[in-house]
Structure formats: C-alpha cells, structure tokens
C-alpha cells in the first residue's frame, strides 16, 4: 500500500519556539494533504486541508496563522507550529490522498505515523 | 458527511471473530462506509470500505444492511495485535475528502 512519512517522529521544544513538522508521500503523489491532532485518549480532530499549490483550507476554530501549512510539491507538505505553548502540545497526524485511486469510493487517505510534539 | 454511532469498547477471545457494529442512519444515497483502526500512538491505518454490498478483504469483511443504516466489521479470527480503536466513518467519495472521525470503538483482544 502507500506509504506517508512524518518527520520527526517526536519533537520537544521550549515554549515560544516554532516546529516544523513534515509529511511526505512515498510512492504516490497526493494533491491533497490533510493534518489531524490527536490528544490524550481522545480521537482525531481535522485542524487543515492542503492542496497542493493552493492555501490550506482550515476547520473552524483552528489558527492560521498559528498552524502554518505550505504544500509546495505533490509529495509534501509541512505543518509549522509557530509560537509553540505547552497547550499545543499533542499527537500530530498528516494524511495525503492518492492521485491514482479514481475508481468509485477508492479515494483513500493513506495516513503518516504521527509525530508527537511536547513544549516544555 | 453522515454521523456515525459506535459502542466505546468491546473485549473479544484470541481467535474468535470480532464483530464491531456501526450505526449510520442518516446515510446518504451517495456515501460510502469507511473503516479505520489506529494502535496506540500510530496514525490510523485502512482497513476496509463499502457502499451496499458486503465487501472481504484479506483484513476483515464488511457486512451493511440492506437500509444501509448499519454495518458491523468482522474480524474473523481476532489476534492480539488487533487490540485498537477502530473508527466507522461515512463519507462521499468525491469532493469533499476529509474523513472526521468520532470517538471509535476499544476492541481488546485477550488471550
């Protein structure tokens, strides 16, 4: 199946400090990338939807400018987490979605690792 | 995308099939059932999808109802490493692709 990588896979920063966090598609190109978070025992929560070559487009409540999102290739797409605070600490999930499955209810989203993100 | 209800938990035997039901009354004509699961602290992983018919993959079988307002997941022969959450979604398959997901069911698979 199609592979998504996130880098790093853990990061701890000091308050106020920015991380960026990357995700890229392996062995597909996806012209739609999509963050989640994830905190404790809670499920995942969509904060942005990337294209690729266009602005994200980002759920209700979440900062755009705090949760910088740039798409500039079909194989990645990176998250910068800007003026970081312990309460963004979190489990930072990227999907990306396959130009190849075209056929009906085949448009999957092939989901990376995550990346956990501690601010001290 | 339709709402989707789950039971928070469920314990299964090793071995024994798993059957993980999903409500999803409010379906629409066009939305197809998605099933995900996601092991402690890793991304969420596919697992299987339908419209109306039952669907078998080399994962799990897919059964939906004939009103399409419930599908239960079955994994046949449950192992430990199938102890997760696993995430019922519904959703179109063109334009809009964001997949919400909602609180998913526990399994725990003993031995």
């Known amino acids: 199946g199609a592979v998504v990588s996130q880098h790093p896979s853990w990061v701890i920063c000091k308050s106020g400090t920015s991380v960026k966090i990357e995700c890229r598609s392996l062995?597909?190109?996806?012209?739609?990338m999509f963050w989640y978070r994830q905190f404790p025992k809670q499920s995942l929560m969509l904060m942005a939807t990337?294209?690729?070559?266009?602005?994200?487009?980002?759920e209700q409540g979440v900062e755009k400018d705090k949760f910088l999102i740039n798409h500039a290739s079909l194989t990645l797409s990176t998250l910068t987490v800007t003026s970081a605070h312990p309460e963004d600490s979190s489990f930072y999930i990227c999907s990306a979605r396959d130009l190849r499955t075209v056929t009906p209810g085949s448009y999957e989203q092939y989901f990376g690792p995550g990346t956990r993100l501690t601010v001290t | 995308d339709a709402k989707t209800t789950q039971p928070t938990s469920m314990d299964c035997a090793e071995g024994r099939a798993a059957n993980l039901p999903c409500n999803h009354s409010t379906i629409s004509g066009n939305e197809y059932v998605y099933w995900y699961r996601q092991i402690h602290s890793q991304g969420p992983q596919y697992i299987i999808h339908?419209?109306?018919n039952n669907e078998t993959n080399e994962m799990a079988s897919l059964i939906i109802t004939e009103d399409r307002k419930s599908s239960t997941l079955i994994l046949p022969h449950a192992t430990l490493r199938d102890t997760a959450v696993y995430y019922c979604?519904?959703?179109?398959?063109?334009?809009?692709?964001?997949?919400?997901f909602g609180a998913g069911t526990r399994l725990f698979v003993k031995a």
């Open positions: 062995d597909f190109q996806a012209t739609t």
């Open positions: 339908g419209l109306k």
């Open positions: 979604i519904v959703r179109f398959h063109t334009g809009g692709f964001k997949t919400i």
């Open positions: 990337s294209n690729e070559g266009s602005k994200a487009t980002y």
